[in-house]
């Protein structure tokens, strides 16, 4: 052990001893745990998202003292990206100034405080250069993978702490940034954009094809004729396939319906019960027997 004083019995307890105090102490001062005036020990909410989603607890302590009421998309993303977890990302020789290029055409500017030599800030840079689905070297698309994967937990734990206080519009915008993660998309990108090998040049040739109902969503890719689809699309076979896929996976036609329980009783500060009910068209044929 580092820093043990000696080898005997007394010594190797008293230095476990010491390090079970520091990291209780830790805990406790992040508000993940309490210990009572009898030395038991209980977990506290904090605790137990960080542990639920096996995250570090400094990561935890920085989204419940970061997060507000107030906080938006571009809030969480700067605290999802600055977790501890991407700390041990690697700056190598030469990408702070790759960094520095890719920071300046990015639709939200770095803080002010950021160091391009901060495995963070890194994190921060790949995370949005995910969403905007920029080429990156090898070397970039290894931790970008990386970033990407922690982030959906990440993001996970901090709908938890919202949840927690009670915040509606920073657990929305939450939720909201974890299907940009999932989709590689910005939340203001046309929504044709999350099919397999769609790019801008075929959504602008979709939406300049004149016909009596815009094709605005997934659904209505696959209402249009082939030939059609086929000359606005002009994808290769393969890549067909994965649209057809994709298309004939997505849930379409869904009907969200909500009714408030006692709604003449509703006061502001209190709990109030909604009745939420969805709907989905299924085909008969991918019915399972057992349902």
């Known amino acids: 052990y580092y820093n043990l004083q000696g080898t005997s019995s007394s010594h190797i307890s008293e230095h476990i001893s010491d390090m079970v105090e520091t990291v209780i102490g830790d805990l406790s001062e992040s508000k993940c745990c309490e210990m009572n005036e009898d030395g038991d020990v209980s977990p506290l909410n904090l605790g137990m998202i960080a542990a639920y989603y096996y995250i570090q607890y400094t990561t935890i302590e920085l ?42 055409s990015l639709p939200h500017p770095l803080p002010s405080a950021a160091q391009l030599n901060d495995p963070n800030t890194k994190a921060l840079v790949l995370l949005q250069c995910h969403f905007s689905r920029r080429s990156l070297s090898s070397d970039l698309r290894v931790d970008q993978k990386k970033i990407v994967g922690e982030s959906v937990t990440l993001i996970q734990a901090i709908v938890d ?47 300049a094809h004149e016909i009596e109902e815009p094709i ?3 659904s209505g890719v696959l209402d249009l004729d082939d030939e059609i689809r086929n000359s606005l699309l002009r994808l290769p076979e393969d890549e067909m396939a994965d649209v057809a896929v994709f298309c004939n996976n997505y849930p379409a036609n869904i009907e969200v319906n909500f009714q408030v329980k006692d709604p003449d009783d509703v006061t502001a500060g209190n709990p109030v019960q909604v009745v939420v009910s969805m709907e989905r068209e299924v085909d008969e044929a991918d019915l399972d027997d057992d349902y």
């Open 161 to 207: 702490v919202i949840s927690s206080n009670g915040w509606l519009k920073p657990a929305l915008s939450a939720m909201e940034l974890s299907q940009m993660v999932v989709q590689a998309l910005w939340n203001k990108d046309h929504v044709l954009m999350q099919i397999p090998h769609f790019t801008k040049e075929i959504i602008d040739r979709i939406l």
């Open 216 to 218: 605005d969503s997934v």
């Open 63 to 104: 989204m419940a003292s970061s997060v507000t009421s107030k906080t938006k998309i571009r809030g969480i993303m700067e605290i999802v990206s600055a977790a501890t977890e991407f700390s041990s990302l690697m700056v190598r020789q030469g990408e702070e100034k790759s960094l520095a290029i890719m920071a300046k």
